[in-house]
């Protein structure tokens, strides 16, 4: 079977240096496991005339049937070190993400190889808030929170769960903690919206059920609350939990918003438009992923130098405004190292859902230090649809475009043949 050697990033607050800074000796973490074998790495980054860690670099070696298989079990291995890591020095650490992968078994001539660039400097695709509705939620907002009447704790709930809402969008891309991060906010809540009945009697979890069903959902009340609890008391395959919270988020997410918006009493014409849209998480960093077949000495799994490299650098970005929107055309070059040869299979460009572009076909530049240039041409992009929306699923973030019956993406740029222009707004 194939051997290969992944090596990932990851941004921490852990360094594995003695010093705060690199003065020659450069300290590493390996751990062997039946299957694989794991070197940890800090990166440092230049500053002045000294070597500051900022943040993991993690390689992990390990036997894989093809290359993508590699990818994804060494990721298991990687969080996994990470996360004990963590746990011991009582610090932070972020999920590991990929920046290469090749075959380095022992014999072959021709190797599988992929790196990925992660584009930062592309902006995500933006949601303006409605006036009308932003001005009537904040100023129902501070009605409620200086009304004399009403307990500061049911203040503190409701200022709670918005932040809860925020939080479950913003600070995480696991759909298990997002769901729990919800449900728990509602449940904070129900105390607080009960008050919005009528003098009827009502007892704990009957304002979750209200929501539900104002929702058209009254069935899935005990659904989610069954999640909760199996949860809880591990008596549900994470698995089967991850899926059922996959499912199930946009709605938690509407019941919460509905929630707040009905206990700060906002009309029934704010609330229906807020609800209407879908949420946008916008945490999915644009990256161009490359695969090529290359030629060259393995590196040692237990030092950083002497593996291959192929990396995609930003060479400029031309911005072009255009009515409400921008258009952003990247330039980049590929540039590799501790390679004899390669060859390029294809390049995409992997995006966030909701992001919008339109491709143009241009050429291919040979630079002479070997390296391809990506650069756009006049060409005109009539044999594509503009403005199309990308969309992903939630597990590869592949990005498809819907109304595509083939993979549009998966295609992209393949052999550097098209060029893509981001548009915001």
């Not at 077949?293 to 237990?302: A, V």
């Not at 076909?361 to 009539?382: F, K, Q, R, W």
């Not at 503009?386 to 998966?410: C, I, L, M, P």
Request: hydrophobic share 35%.
């Amino acid at each position: 079977m194939p051997r290969y050697i992944v090596r990932f990033g990851a941004e921490s607050c852990v360094r594995l240096n003695a010093k705060s800074y690199l003065d020659g000796n450069r300290h590493t973490i390996r751990v062997t496991f039946p299957n694989a074998t794991i070197a940890l790495f800090d990166r440092f980054v230049p500053l002045g005339d000294a070597h500051l860690p900022n943040g993991l670099l993690i390689q992990v070696a390990l036997d894989a049937q093809d290359i993508e298989t590699a990818i994804q079990s060494a990721g298991s291995f990687a969080v996994s070190v990470l996360n004990i890591v963590s746990c011991v020095a009582c610090a932070s650490i972020d999920r590991p993400f990929v920046l290469s992968a090749y075959d380095a078994s022992q014999g072959i001539k021709d190797r599988d190889f992929v790196g990925v660039t992660y584009d930062r400097t592309t902006p995500h695709s933006t949601c303006r808030p409605e006036d009308p509705e932003l001005s009537e939620f904040i100023g129902k907002y501070d009605q409620f929170r200086s009304n004399s009447d009403i307990p500061q704790d049911h203040k503190n709930r409701v200022e709670r769960s918005i932040d809860a809402y925020r939080r479950a969008l913003a600070d995480n891309d696991d759909p298990l903690t997002d769901f729990i991060v919800l449900w728990s906010a509602i449940e904070g809540l129900d105390c607080v919206y009960r008050k919005t009945f009528p003098t009827r009697q009502s007892q704990f979890k009957d304002g979750m059920r209200d929501l539900f069903a104002r929702l058209n959902e009254p069935g899935s009340f005990d659904t989610l609350e069954g999640l909760r609890n199996e949860i809880a008391h591990g008596n549900l395959d994470l698995d089967a939990a991850n899926q059922m919270a996959i499912g199930n988020l946009e709605l938690v997410r509407k019941a919460l918003l509905l929630a707040v918006m009905w206990i700060v009493k906002c009309d029934d014409g704010t609330r229906d438009n807020t609800l209407a849209k879908l949420a946008y998480k916008g945490t999915f960093v644009t990256r161009l992923r490359l695969q090529a077949k290359i030629r060259c000495q393995p590196g040692d799994i237990k030092v950083l130098e002497g593996h291959p490299q192929i990396e995609a650098v930003l060479n400029g970005v031309q911005v072009t405004p255009k009515g409400e929107t921008a258009n952003i055309t990247p330039d980049w070059r590929f540039n590799h190292s501790n390679i004899e040869s390669y060859n390029l299979v294809s390049v995409e460009l992997h995006g966030d859902p909701g992001a919008n572009a339109r491709v143009n076909d241009v050429g291919v530049t040979l630079i002479p230090n070997g390296s391809s240039s990506h650069s756009p041409t006049d060409a005109t992009s009539e044999s594509f649809e503009k403005g199309n929306v990308v969309q992903a699923t939630e597990t590869s973030k592949k990005v498809d475009v819907g109304h595509r019956s083939e993979s549009f993406w998966g295609t992209l740029w393949k052999k550097i043949k098209e060029c893509w222009i981001c548009i915001t707004g």
